[in-house]
């Protein structure tokens, strides 16, 4: 049955400084490289959006123990659906850099198969992509495969209709899915407190019919384990999971916002000094796992998969600009087929 969450305590590893079963040394690094990679796409990201090289870029810095935390709990066969804040995930599928900074930059590239990675296209539309992940989920279950489906989307995407229908649907079909909410607390300025009266967005669970877990979003290991518990019960017919990983958003929403008008710096700055790549370096180094040659090795090469990247998506030729037209119209209006676009 449903837990009720109710507000109350978020599940932990790193502070409680426990070892999670099954991950062993090589597993704990690469865990810690797919880190380091996201981060690095991101600060470069920023970088390249103020040199004018990528258009307007959403921010996920301090998401990444979400992120990673949560892959690195799937097999390759199992889904992913990204929204904008998750558009360098596909990294972790091995997704070459550039395809994603193609799409930042508005690049018909940028553009995959999902099929190639089983990660679906980035969803703009908030909660839009929920029912499209329980609807894989399920159809995975009728075909009698093992995969399962996640699908990210933040605090705000709760208030949304797709994310109900989703979710409900998911429930009702017991389909193996993790419905994965990253509660950084603000939905562009709008506070979480403005967006629920529930004690807990884990609690909404209960309303559905599924497990409902709480789990510190800046601990990638306590993410990695609450995802694999809730991935488990999916494969073995249990239906989905809601899992709200909380953390407090110290970026801007994106390049395009102005956070000082309305969040509070002082909390920024807490959640800034006790980011989660830091955290989880500190915790490696504690156990004799992570030095400083190593962690260097892992930044260096995270630099240098960004500079190909960045290279490879600025060699790619320019394209037709009538081809945004192409799929818009049966009969183009006069003023397109004037301009000679239609
Ligand atoms: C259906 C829809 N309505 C409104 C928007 C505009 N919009 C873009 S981001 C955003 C906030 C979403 O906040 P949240 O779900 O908490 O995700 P976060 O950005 O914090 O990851 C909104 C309202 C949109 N993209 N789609
Ligand atoms: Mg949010």
């Avoid at 240098?304 to 600025?314: K, L, N, Q, S, W």
């Amino acid at each position: 049955m449903a837990q009720l969450a109710h507000g109350g305590e978020l599940r932990r590893v790193l502070d409680e400084d426990r070892e999670v079963a099954g991950l062993g040394e090589q597993e704990l690094l690469e865990l810690y490289r797919s880190m380091v990679l996201l981060r690095t796409y991101d600060e470069r990201s920023l970088v390249y959006h103020r040199q004018g090289r990528i258009g307007t870029y959403a921010i996920f810095w301090g998401h990444e123990a979400m992120q990673a935390g949560s892959v690195h709990a799937l097999a390759d066969d199992d889904w992913i659906f990204p929204s904008y804040r998750e558009s360098a995930i596909g990294l972790l599928r091995g997704m070459p850099a550039a395809t994603i900074l193609h799409w930042w930059r508005g690049h018909p590239a940028g553009w995959w198969n999902p099929a190639d990675y089983n990660v679906a296209s980035i969803c703009v539309p908030i909660a839009t992509h929920v029912p499209h992940a329980a609807g894989l989920a399920w159809g995975k279950k009728l075909k009698g495969e093992q995969t399962c489906a996640i699908a990210y989307f933040g605090d705000g995407a709760t208030s949304e209709g797709a994310f109900h229908e989703g979710a409900n649907f998911a429930a009702v079909m017991q389909a193996p899915l993790v419905l994965f909410c990253n509660n950084n607390q603000w939905a562009i300025s709008t506070p979480l407190s403005a967006q629920t009266r529930a004690a807990a967005l884990a609690d909404k669970a209960v309303g559905y019919g599924m497990p409902g877990i709480r789990v510190d979003g800046g601990d990638v290991l306590a993410v990695y384990e609450a995802t694999r518990e809730a991935v488990e019960r999916a494969r073995a017919g249990g239906g989905p999971t809601f899992l709200e990983a909380v953390t407090y958003r110290a970026a801007p929403h994106a390049t395009a916002d102005d956070p000082s008008v309305y969040i509070d710096e002082e909390r920024v700055e807490e959640a800034r000094r006790n980011e989660c790549v830091g955290r989880y370096a500190a915790y490696l180094r504690r156990h004799g796992i992570l030095h400083d040659d190593l962690d260097a090795a892992i930044r260096n090469e995270a630099l240098e998969t960004m500079r190909a990247g960045i290279a490879a998506a600025e060699a790619e030729p320019d394209p037709d600009p009538s081809l945004v037209f192409d799929h818009a119209y049966v009969v183009p209006p006069p003023n397109l087929r004037e301009g000679g676009l239609g």
